[in-house]
């Protein structure tokens, strides 16, 4: 009953729901007591010859005005019970919504994007089941059955009401013990089936690697087996299940046996009449219901528990970035980073070091390094996906980030990650994601600033091309493109580019950065990069190596320094010309033999 006392904060915002159901269902109980006692009634006056056509028209036309009052009953309850329940779908889907909207980077490594699915769709549902259904049976099984039993024992006989009830003790004890199996099984079954679910996301979204390498076969061997392991694990659950109809039904077959063996022997005696008798074995066979639903009880309300500790379990997971605001506005200005030393979450290896610089408000900030040197663990920390401990600080215009309303800090940066995620939409709709009621105007300006807009007008539906999930249908360079228009739509305080311009070429880069810079007019623009081209303009250079600062200065001032920095550049140009000239040849035909 855990279950119901966790969810005491729900029953309270629907105790009118859940009160006006409930009278209802004691409604129907007392409707569905007169039928049996009108039977008994009329098989009395028939063996004592007093049945009268009267008689009859008057009891045909009260069991008649009961149905009608029966079904109306019926109809309200349902509303209310399972009106709320379903509301209770809703709020727990928004809660865990946003929950997950709340929740750092660090949460999500930690989880796999099945389970968290799984919790959002197959937990709810079952606490919502618990919450309807659950509450309807427990109700009817004790107010239809208790109605019932007292109406026997008052209407027929005490004694053989009392000799009917001999085996219900044994329902009670093999259904609970039932009940705590299923509810460690079911949550067996729950998890594999999580696994099922992270295994079709992570398929879809990976079938264009999955068919370059030919792996169709064995990916789906890997769904078969976790499918027939979904299987397996659920029809162990099912096997528990399938035990409490036929306990139930045979407790109540006893009880009838043990009903018609005494009561015959009553009847005989002159205890009670042929009418009650038969009036007590139809009060007898409306327990059935009862008794099967606290059956089906038990199994919902385990159901409901194991699930509401799965989605508890998330809902009390404390995020690791604190929201305790002291700072109201966020005013633009001077970005500074004062790290001594910082660790992500659960690892002891150390990620940043000695990390310390400021970039003046409307400069451009370009970091390079080799992959894995810690450029983009600068930018998380800014972005506050991740807090810094004491001692360290990141600040914004001389105040501490983590000061800030994290909504508002985030309003300030227009980003654009590694990973360049598009949703399963329009190409109109990805790029005004952040101002949905942009014009279409205002979304090809976005997209011109980063030179998409001709591919786009290229396509057949030009800006209202559905791509697919994640933007399979496009090119790395057009999903990057596409990425950095978005990031630009509201004309944001800072710009960041975390390594968004890898998949496009030489010229492509340049256009764009010379219309950020020509836009841009007193902004703050971050940039990550590998080729030292697209930072050869920022005003300060920073090149990172094993999370620290090797390097730092202006292009003119790095490559005067002969380190890292202009060896690379130096590479990168040498590799870029020979390039370039091996397209003049081969455009001019110049194919010689040696």
């Known amino acids: 009953m855990r279950v119901f006392k ?40 028939i063996t004592t010859e007093t049945l009268t056509s009267n008689t009859l028209v008057l009891f045909g036309v009260l069991l008649i005005f009961v149905a009608v009052l029966t079904y109306i009953f019926r109809f309200f309850w349902r509303v209310m019970i399972f009106g709320a329940s379903n ?15 709340k929740m750092s980077p660090s949460f999500f490594g930690k989880r796999r994007t099945g389970d968290l699915m799984a919790h959002a769709t197959n937990d709810i549902n079952a606490v919502q089941m618990t919450a309807g259904a659950g509450i ?34 044994f329902m009670v004890i093999l259904t609970s013990w039932y009940g705590s199996i299923l509810s460690r099984l079911f949550r067996v079954a729950q998890a594999a089936f999580s696994s099922l679910n992270d295994k079709t996301q992570e398929s879809v979204a990976g ?15 890997d769904f078969t087996n976790l499918s027939n392991d979904v299987v397996k694990k659920n029809l162990k659950v099912a096997k528990i299940d399938a035990l409490f109809d036929p306990t139930i039904t045979a407790i109540i077959a006893i009880s009838y046996f043990l009903s018609i063996f005494f009561g015959a022997r009553m009847v005989v005696a002159d205890e009670i009449s042929l009418g009650q008798l ?17 059956g089906w009880f038990f199994n919902l309300v385990e159901r409901g528990k194991a699930s509401y500790d799965r989605i508890e379990e998330i809902m009390n997971t404390r995020s690791e970035i604190s929201t305790e605001i002291t700072t109201g506005s966020i005013p ?58 004491s001692g360290n600080s990141v600040t914004i215009n001389g105040v501490d980030i983590k000061q800030y309303d994290i909504k508002k800090l985030r309003g300030l940066f227009g980003y654009v990650p590694q990973d360049n995620f598009l949703f399963s939409t329009t190409i109109r709709n990805n790029i005004a994601f952040i101002n949905p009621d942009a014009s279409l105007e205002q979304v090809q300006k976005a997209a011109d600033l980063s030179y998409i807009h001709q591919d786009i007008s290229a396509f057949p539906e030009g800006y209202d091309t559905v791509v697919g999930e994640r ?36 010229e492509t880069e340049t256009a764009i950065l010379s219309n950020i810079e020509q836009n841009r007019a007193g902004k703050t623009n971050i940039i990550t990069a590998h080729r ?46 020979l390039t370039k000239e091996l397209d003049e040849t081969l455009e001019g035909g110049g194919n010689h033999d040696d």
């Open 6 to 45: 966790n969810l005491g904060w729900f029953f309270k915002l629907e105790k009118k729901s859940y009160i006006i159901g409930l009278f209802m269902l004691v409604l129907v109980a007392l409707m569905e007591l007169v039928p049996p006692q009108v039977i008994g009634r009329v098989i009395d006056r």
């Open 87 to 101: 509301r209770l779908g809703r709020t727990l889907r928004e809660q865990l919504f946003e929950k997950y909207s």
């Open 136 to 169: 309807l049976t427990i109700a009817d099984s004790v107010i239809t059955g208790g109605a019932v039993l007292i109406t026997m024992a008052l209407t027929v006989s005490p004694k053989l009401t009392l000799i009917a009830m001999i085996p219900l003790p």
């Open 207 to 221: 079938i264009k690697v999955t068919k370059t390498f030919g792996y169709e076969d064995e990916d789906l061997k």
């Open 278 to 294: 038969v009036t007590f074995t139809t009060y007898l066979g409306m327990m059935v219901w009862p008794l099967l639903a606290l």
């Open 332 to 389: 633009s200005g001077d970005i500074t980073f004062d790290v001594a030393e910082f660790s992500f979450p659960g690892e002891d290896e150390v990620s940043l070091e000695n990390i310390h610089f400021t970039l003046k408000e409307g400069e451009t900030l370009g970091i390079v390094g080799r992959t894995g040197s810690g450029k983009s663990s600068i930018i998380r920390l800014l972005l506050r996906e991740f807090d810094t401990d």
């Open 471 to 506: 933007g399979v249908s496009l090119s790395g360079g057009q999903k990057q493109r596409i990425s950095i228009a978005r990031a630009l739509m509201n004309n944001p305080e800072i710009l960041i580019l975390d390594d968004s311009l890898s998949a496009v070429d030489a």
């Open 532 to 577: 030292m081209s697209a930072v050869r303009n920022a005003d300060l250079i920073i090149v990172m190596e094993d999370g620290r600062i090797i390097e730092q200065g202006t292009h003119s001032s790095l490559t005067k320094a002969r380190g890292w920095y202009y060896e690379t550049f130096k590479a990168q140009s040498l590799r870029r010309d």
